[in-house]
């Protein structure tokens, strides 16, 4: 079992920063494929970005290309979102996820692949 706590959360003005953190702990959580993924109201989950266990390879969403970076820190157990020029649009629950994945594939995008959840944290951008 690995667990997942998400922080950093909150209201921010668009062209604002946040930076998120996902503590995880439990079963070896450093060798876990880490997400993020985030839920707009009345829209459907979506993967924003993610981070191979060593942090060697990286995805980002098209919409949060240039403006978010996901890092670890593997000692800590901690993933990063670090949330650049926001938009309103960016508004949403944001959840990080964790999935043993054995390789770097579409599935570190698919929110079915991941196996470990956190509780989520909002993120409101005014305009």
Do not use: H
Not at 79 to 92: C, F, G, H, I, R
């Amino acid at each position: 079992q690995v667990q997942l706590v998400e922080s950093g959360g909150g209201l921010v003005q668009a062209g604002g920063s946040l930076r998120l953190s996902c503590a995880a702990s439990g079963r070896t959580p450093s060798t876990y494929t880490m997400g993020w993924f985030r839920q707009a109201p009345g829209k459907e989950r979506e993967s924003v970005a993610a981070i191979w266990w060593s942090g060697i390879s990286t995805y980002y969403a098209d919409s949060v290309k240039g403006r978010f970076t996901i890092s670890r820190d593997i000692a800590k157990n901690t993933v990063y979102l670090q949330m650049n020029s926001l938009k309103p649009e960016d508004t949403a629950v944001y959840y990080c996820a964790a999935a043993n994945f054995r390789y770097w594939t579409d599935s570190i995008k698919a929110m079915n692949d991941y196996d470990y959840w956190g509780q989520g944290t909002q993120v409101t951008v005014s305009s």
